[in-house]
């Protein structure tokens, strides 16, 4: 069992930067890709960004290619996601995910075994 839980999310101005993180407890090792995905209102939940956990491949949707980051810590099982340049269109609940017996990273939510709580991301215009 794996148990994932969200932090740092909260209200920007457009421009802005945060950074979240997410804390991965239970049985997660080499074999893991771990992902961000989020959901705005009204919209269906999308990919974010996704990296293994064993040699960090990293993968992101054209959407927020060149200004987000994700990256891992093997040493304190988090992985974290650095989004700079925000804009208003990046509003949304965002969710941590973990897939199982994965080598690459995957932008498939269907392949995600396991979720977290999700935090908010507002940005203001």
């Known amino acids: 069992q794996v148990q994932l839980v969200e932090s740092g999310g909260g209200l920007v101005q457009a421009g802005g930067s945060l950074r979240l993180s997410c804390a991965a407890s239970?049985?997660?090792?080499?074999?893991?890709?771990m992902g961000w995905f989020r959901r705005a209102p009204g919209k269906e939940r999308e990919f974010v960004a996704a990296?293994?956990?064993?040699?960090?491949?990293?993968l992101y949707a054209d959407s927020v290619k060149g200004r987000f980051t994700i990256s891992r810590d093997n040493a304190k099982n988090t992985v974290n996601l650095q989004m700079n340049s925000l804009k208003s269109e990046d509003t949304a609940v965002y969710y941590c995910a973990a897939a199982y017996g994965r080598t690459i990273p995957i932008s498939n939510d269907n392949a995600y075994r396991y979720w977290g709580q999700g935090t908010q991301v507002t940005v203001s215009s």
């Open positions: 990296i293994t956990w064993s040699r960090g491949i990293t």
């Open positions: 239970g049985r997660i090792f080499s074999g893991y890709a």
